[in-house]
């Protein structure tokens, strides 16, 4: 799933309504992109590409964000 922080919120909020277990949720990888300062919709879709690439890459380390509900 790829949206905002508030957007995956929300999803999960409702996901937890509905039944489905947190650990089941904290499995889930949303990519809302590296803190690159993006603006515009071009710079968003390479921040949360670059985001995919750098955890396909196993590179967890401090250009990662942790968007866990």
């Known amino acids: 799933m790829i949206g905002s922080q508030r957007k995956k919120a929300m999803v999960f909020n409702q996901l937890l309504k509905e039944g489905i277990p947190k650990e089941r949720l904290d ?3 949303a990519p809302i992109g590296l803190d690159i300062r993006a603006e515009t919709p071009a710079e968003i879709s390479v921040s949360i590409v670059a985001e995919m690439i750098h955890v396909k890459r196993g590179r ?6 942790d968007w866990r509900v």
């Open 27 to 29: 499995e889930i990888h």
């Open 60 to 65: 967890l380390g401090p250009g990662r964000k």
